[in-house]
């Protein structure tokens, strides 16, 4: 207990160099923890945006393509699948139930899905979680529409907002649907998912506004009033399909029937498979984070050894003083051992505390623009070793000078600080 009292004091009183090196290892710390956590949270995002569905079925492209269109809402198909494709499909007698989703939409930035009333029924995420609303009511005319959390919440939008969409998929969209706004009749609760980030109309609604639309010419012929009520025409295409099946051991085969179809070209894919994929693209950009942020640690162990063999020549008078007065060459090794040490604790505690001040700020703002959801919990036991070894790290650092100075004896010491 005297030497880690004598060792907080000395720390003390070279207040300003030991700051300088805490706070180097707090960012390191940090930035590590800070790299683990946001690794973990894209990982259980991406794993858990959508579960419960067996297959998704597009037009024949990539497989990651269509998973990132069908879920994300980040890209757009080549082609879509036709309207008698997905009528052939919900009929086998292998599918419970299949939902159709059309995109090519948008409204000021954000993505627009047209679909029907069983995406809400089937629609999962995270541990078969279903989609809720927060206020309002599902589809219920034909210019409803249903909102996700993050977009109302970021426009501004309540129940009863009118909302013009845009054809395209940028902020500014190509064509803005004037004359047919649709009216916000829910908003659902937040999932941490795209669909935070989605606004859901009726598919009749999204093929009504379509009506006479001619993309070459950007005219607009839209749907009467009276028209418009019993809905648009039925869609020629959709862009993606959502597919449960009756027994889950039969989606191999069913995928190779979709895969072989010979009406048009299409591709099934299994959600958890592709999502592996596209985690297995991303494994190397989250191994070069992970290296950079061990290899910044590092470099602040190293500044540990530097501040403190930088300071034995100014402290030889310090050292000899002590040994003068009965402290032995391993009283002075433990002394700088536990400076070090202490130095390593108090910036990792100072780099935990600074990295869950970030998390409280920085939550809403990833996941509003990445559309993943960070958790902000205690440290897990992957995070104590991680702390662990690194205090342990700088106990091990605080040897090498330790060393030098348990070499130091007192004539040593004394002509030194002469």
């Given at each position: 207990?005297?030497?880690l009292?004598?060792?907080?004091?000395?720390?003390?009183?070279?207040?300003?160099?030991?700051?300088?090196?805490?706070?180097?290892?707090?960012?390191?710390?940090?930035?590590?923890?800070?790299?683990?956590?946001?690794?973990?949270?894209?990982?259980?995002?991406?794993?858990?945006?959508?579960?419960?569905?067996?297959?998704?079925?597009?037009?024949r492209?990539?497989?990651?393509?269509?998973l990132?269109?069908?879920?994300?809402?980040i890209?757009?198909?080549?082609?879509?699948?036709?309207?008698?494709?997905?009528?052939?499909?919900s009929?086998?007698?292998?599918?419970?139930?299949?939902?159709?989703?059309?995109?090519?939409?948008?409204?000021r930035?954000?993505?627009?899905?047209?679909?029907?009333?069983?995406?809400?029924?089937?629609?999962?995420?995270?541990?078969?979680?279903?989609?809720?609303?927060?206020?309002?009511?599902?589809?219920?005319?034909?210019?409803?529409?249903?909102?996700?959390?993050?977009a109302?919440?970021?426009?501004?939008?309540?129940?009863?907002?009118?909302?013009?969409?845009?054809?395209?998929?940028?902020?500014?969209?190509?064509?803005?649907?004037?004359?047919?706004?649709?009216?916000?009749?829910?908003?659902?609760?937040?999932t941490?998912?795209?669909v935070?980030?989605?606004?859901?109309?009726?598919?009749?609604?999204?093929?009504?506004?379509?009506?006479?639309?001619?993309?070459?010419?950007?005219?607009?012929?839209?749907?009467?009033?009276?028209?418009?009520?019993?809905?648009?025409?039925?869609?020629?295409?959709?862009?993606?399909i959502?597919?449960?099946?009756?027994?889950?051991?039969?989606?191999?085969?069913?995928?190779?029937?979709?895969?072989?179809?010979?009406?048009?070209?299409?591709?099934?894919?299994?959600?958890?498979?592709?999502?592996?994929?596209?985690w297995q693209?991303?494994?190397?950009?989250?191994?070069?984070?992970?290296?950079?942020?061990v290899?910044?640690?590092?470099?602040?162990?190293?500044?540990?050894?530097?501040?403190?063999?930088?300071?034995?020549?100014?402290?030889?008078?310090?050292?000899?003083?002590?040994?003068?007065?009965?402290?032995?060459?391993?009283?002075?090794?433990?002394?700088?051992?536990?400076?070090?040490?202490?130095?390593?604790?108090?910036?990792?505690a100072?780099?935990?505390?600074?990295?869950?001040?970030?998390?409280?700020?920085?939550q809403p703002?990833?996941?509003?623009?990445?559309?993943?959801?960070?958790?902000?919990?205690?440290?897990?036991?992957?995070?104590?070793?991680?702390?662990?070894?690194?205090?342990?790290?700088?106990?091990?650092?605080?040897?090498?000078p330790?060393?030098?100075?348990?070499?130091?004896?007192?004539?040593?010491?004394?002509?030194g600080?002469?």
């Amino acid at each position: 207990m005297n030497l880690l009292v004598l060792a907080y004091k000395s720390l003390l009183s070279r207040r300003v160099t030991a700051g300088l090196t805490i706070t180097a290892i707090a960012f390191s710390v940090a930035l590590l923890l800070g790299v683990e956590k946001v690794r973990t949270g894209a990982r259980e995002g991406f794993t858990s945006t959508i579960s419960g569905t067996d297959l998704i079925v597009g037009a024949r492209g990539g497989r990651i393509q269509l998973l990132l269109y069908s879920v994300f809402r980040i890209g757009s198909p080549n082609t879509n699948v036709s309207w008698d494709s997905f009528e052939t499909l919900s009929e086998n007698p292998l599918v419970q139930w299949a939902v159709p989703l059309s995109m090519g939409d948008s409204h000021r930035g954000y993505r627009v899905v047209g679909t029907t009333g069983d995406y809400f029924d089937h629609y999962r995420y995270g541990q078969k979680t279903p989609l809720s609303l927060k206020e309002g009511n599902l589809f219920q005319d034909t210019y409803d529409a249903v909102i996700g959390a993050d977009a109302a919440n970021k426009l501004g939008y309540e129940i009863g907002t009118e909302l013009e969409l845009s054809h395209g998929i940028d902020s500014l969209g190509l064509h803005k649907h004037e004359d047919s706004p649709f009216r916000i009749s829910g908003i659902l609760a937040r999932t941490g998912t795209p669909v935070d980030r989605t606004i859901h109309v009726s598919l009749e609604g999204l093929e009504a506004i379509h009506e006479g639309f001619d993309q070459d010419q950007i005219h607009h012929d839209p749907l009467s009033v009276e028209t418009s009520e019993q809905g648009g025409s039925e869609p020629e295409s959709v862009t993606a399909i959502l597919v449960g099946l009756k027994s889950r051991p039969s989606a191999l085969a069913f995928q190779q029937t979709i895969n072989n179809y010979q009406e048009e070209p299409l591709l099934a894919i299994m959600p958890g498979v592709t999502l592996q994929e596209l985690w297995q693209v991303l494994a190397t950009a989250e191994s070069a984070l992970l290296a950079i942020s061990v290899m910044v640690v590092l470099t602040s162990l190293l500044c540990l050894v530097a501040m403190t063999l930088a300071g034995l020549n100014e402290r030889r008078r310090e050292i000899a003083i002590l040994r003068s007065v009965g402290a032995r060459p391993s009283h002075i090794f433990l002394l700088l051992t536990i400076e070090a040490g202490l130095i390593s604790f108090i910036g990792a505690a100072a780099g935990v505390i600074m990295l869950y001040v970030l998390m409280f700020i920085g939550q809403p703002l990833i996941t509003a623009r990445y559309g993943f959801f960070v958790p902000i919990s205690a440290p897990g036991l992957k995070d104590q070793i991680i702390i662990a070894t690194l205090i342990l790290s700088g106990f091990l650092a605080g040897a090498v000078p330790a060393y030098r100075a348990y070499r130091y004896s007192v004539g040593d010491t004394l002509g030194g600080g002469v």
